[in-house]
Structures are given as C-alpha cells and as structure tokens.
C-alpha cells in the first residue's frame, strides 16, 4: 500500500539550540536515506521553505507507516503530521473507466 506522509515543525523546540535542531535534521534525512534504500519509501524531500518534509511509502499497513513515523528523529518535534492513503494510478484509472462504461 502507498501513502503519502506529510509533517511539518512549525516552530524549532525552545529547548534546542539551532546547532542541536539541526542534528535531528540530519538524523531525520539519514533515516529517510535508509529506509529508501531498503524500498519503504519511495520518494521525498523536504518541503520547500518550509520545516518539513513529504514521502510516499510504500507499506503493508496502516501500522506500519505509523511505525515508521514514531521512530523519526524528528517525531516529538512535529506539529502536524498528515498520512494519506494513496490509491494506485492503475487502480484509480480502472475504477474510472467503470465508472464510466456504466454512465449513459
């Protein structure tokens, strides 16, 4: 299953310094780089002028993406974080084409 991770730290934490945020950073995008390396995620990067980051990771379960999720570096730090079901192309262009063959 894909889905698509989205999070955001929309204020660095008060009790870090910048030097100390930004090795969660580092830690966050090593642990991106593993796990993409290992074919859980598929694509991603940080969001453009912004403290975040998206992927698409691909899962057994919805679980699995949480697991994955809790075990970020940069996890207690997040202020939003959005998981989003994804539905295939091939699926979703199937299921359109019988929604249609089915319209008079």
Do not use: C
């Amino acid at each position: 299953m894909l889905f698509l991770l989205k999070v955001e730290v929309k204020q660095m934490p008060p009790q870090l310094t910048v030097k100390d945020f930004l090795g969660y950073v580092i830690k966050e995008w090593e642990y991106f780089g593993r796990f993409q390396r290992r074919g859980k995620i598929i694509a991603g990067g940080k969001l453009s002028g912004r403290r975040g980051a998206a992927a698409i990771i691909d899962a057994e379960s919805n679980e699995e993406v949480e697991e994955i999720v809790a075990k970020l570096p940069l996890f207690p730090f997040f202020t939003d974080i959005e998981i989003t079901p994804l539905v295939p192309m091939e699926k979703a262009l199937q299921d359109t084409k019988r929604i249609h063959s089915l319209m008079k």
